[in-house]
């Protein structure tokens, strides 16, 4: 009779062994097949798993029964190899969780995030919900791009809802369309509707920043139209700008006295003509209430036709003296972008803000030189240059008419390596006071910032297919509307590595893979038949 009990206890304690490992399987199954059930994953794998150790804890009086028989001894020596081993894999595992470490494989890093999103989310100083609203079924696609960004910034949280199930959450959210995610962050909200990391990225900036920047392009010289989508226009930077919060106007000094208050920065993208003196008197003004301007002078075709001495004048008050010349590369780089030597390649930035781990090649068609000096407590610094190989020519009439140049000295001629690029910083007179913070010191009063380049195609449409030339410019924007978290390289978009095949290319591969790789495996097996035999 307690033969028959003990029996009896036995295949109980079998059927609790048999409910353990159950359980963890379907916890596995709600892991890869049922995602929207993970909240439930955890318990149901902790409850298989105490069963099991129930289990084996009851058939521990058995075991220990039968230890002397030589079975029962490599089996005791099996159990105690197999539990060493979930030992070890366990031990792993928790490493592998204290210590995360991520490799992408990828030849365009698609996993990988930007500088620019990298700084952002490390500036975030409180905690930001990242809400996700789809049908369960896409949430891995979710999951396998937003990872990285939990990874990275600590106090960003991401949440999925069904919006099948749950669409009373969705309809409080004002979530339209599938896949839409919503961003919380210090009461700010921001919808994201695209899976890419700049569409993320924008709206983490947005989010972070709180307001929105104005800048303003001046118009009435045959300035570069921000609304332009011709060759020579401004529109890629325009939708650049909008992706990172700033909005822009035109702006025509001649019929404006002063630039509008709230400007966050004044861009001048090669004018044609000379500014009027009450233009100049305008841009003097912001500047001293701390504002900045970001000046682009091209050269001219001929000697003397690109000087415009009212807006170089006002330059040079700043320690910018722009040359009357054109830079030319004969280092061969310009190759690369299937340019000539009229394009000066820049591979080599001096330490500034603008190019801090900046480490792009840009490219500039038909530039002019820049030099700098120390005026009234105004220092400029260099910040683009070109290499050694490169020169300032100043025969411009055999450039223009396609003639061969060399480097000449004696006619004035400057060897490289020569700046492109140069910004200045200085106090600003009639910047406002702001306004101390509760308890705290007042922050110093803003300065004024002016960078100056020449050449303005760089950033025109036909330019920006350079990522380095897109990158430079905002970046030069960032600091002087004093945004430097803005100052990174910016995500790039996804290589596309699709492979075009002609139709007899075509028509090898599905001979090779229905035909020829089956006929050679059955003629090995035949083979093999026959020398057995």
Same mark, same amino acid.
Request: hydrophobic share 45%.
């Given at each position: ?23 963890v399987?379907?916890?596995? +199954? ?21 069963l099991?150790? %129930?289990?084996?804890?009851? /058939? ?36 592998g ?18 500088? /620019? ?54 309809k ?14 210090k009461?700010?909200?921001?919808? %994201?509707?695209?899976?890419?990391e ?31 989508s ?14 990172d ?59 003397? /036709? +690109? ?16 040359g ?11 190759? %690369? ?28 068609p ?11 407590? #105004? ?14 020519? #100043? ?87 004093? /945004?430097? +978290?803005? %100052? ?34 059955? +003629? ?10």
């Amino acid at each position: 009779m307690a033969g028959t009990n003990y029996t009896q206890v036995s295949k109980v304690w079998a059927i609790l062994g048999w409910v353990g490992v159950a359980l963890v399987v379907v916890a596995l +199954g709600v892991r890869f097949i049922f995602p929207e059930w993970d909240q439930y994953r955890t318990p149901i794998a902790w409850s298989g798993l105490a069963l099991i150790l %129930i289990y084996l804890a009851a /058939q521990w009086r058995e075991s220990a029964t039968g230890a002397s028989a030589r079975q029962t001894k490599m089996g005791t020596m099996s159990v105690v190899s197999v539990l060493a081993m979930l030992a070890i894999l366990a031990a792993i595992n928790y490493l592998g969780v204290r210590q995360n470490k991520r490799w992408d494989l990828t030849a365009n890093q698609v996993f990988s995030l930007s500088e /620019q999103t990298l700084k952002v989310l490390q500036g975030l100083d409180a905690p930001a919900k990242l809400t996700v609203f789809d049908v369960a079924a896409n949430f891995d696609r979710f999951r396998d791009r937003l990872e990285e960004y939990t990874y990275r910034a600590p106090q960003l949280s991401i949440d999925y809802v069904d919006i099948d199930r749950n669409p009373a959450r969705a309809k409080a959210a004002n979530v339209q369309t599938a896949g839409t995610m919503v961003l919380e962050y210090k009461g700010r909200v921001e919808r %994201i509707t695209n899976l890419e990391e700049q569409d993320i990225a924008n709206a983490f900036i947005k989010a972070t920043t709180g307001q929105e920047r104005k800048v303003y392009f001046v118009q009435g010289h045959g300035e570069k139209d921000p609304a332009a989508s011709d060759r020579l226009g401004y529109s890629s930077v325009a939708d650049a700008l909008k992706g990172d919060n700033y909005a822009f106007e035109k702006l025509v000094l001649a019929q404006s006295p002063t630039v509008p208050d709230g400007a966050s920065a004044v861009v001048i993208a090669g004018p044609q003509t000379d500014f009027f003196p009450g233009e100049v008197e305008a841009l003097k003004t912001y500047l001293a209430k701390g504002g900045s301007v970001f000046a682009m002078l091209d050269p001219g075709e001929k000697p003397g /036709q +690109g000087t415009l001495p009212n807006l170089t004048g006002f330059l040079k008050e700043w320690g910018v003296e722009v040359g009357d010349d054109v830079v030319v590369d004969a280092s061969g780089v310009g190759q %690369i972008f299937g340019a000539g030597p009229t394009v000066p390649v820049a591979a080599s930035y001096p330490s500034h803000p603008i190019t801090e781990r900046f480490n792009l090649m840009t490219a500039y068609p038909l530039a002019r030189s820049i030099t700098t000096t120390t005026v009234e407590g #105004k220092t400029a610094q260099p910040v683009i240059e070109t290499s050694a190989q490169s020169w300032a020519e #100043k025969d411009l009439g055999g450039l223009v008419g396609g003639q061969e140049v060399s480097l000449d000295a004696a006619k004035g001629d400057r060897q490289g390596p020569i700046t492109l690029g140069a910004a200045v910083s200085a106090a600003a007179p009639n910047a406002p006071e702001v306004a101390a913070p509760a308890g705290g010191e007042a922050p110093p009063k803003p300065d004024s910032r002016l960078f100056v380049m020449g050449d303005s195609d760089f950033a025109a449409n036909y330019g920006l297919g350079i990522q380095g030339n897109r990158d430079l410019f905002l970046n030069a924007l960032g600091w002087l509307s004093r /945004q430097e +978290g803005l %100052i990174a390289v910016r995500p790039r978009a996804p290589e596309d590595r699709r492979l075009t095949l002609t139709a007899d290319q075509l028509n090898r591969i599905a001979l090779l893979s229905i035909v020829l790789i089956p006929a050679a495996i059955f +003629g090995l097996g035949v083979y093999t038949w026959w020398r057995r035999r």
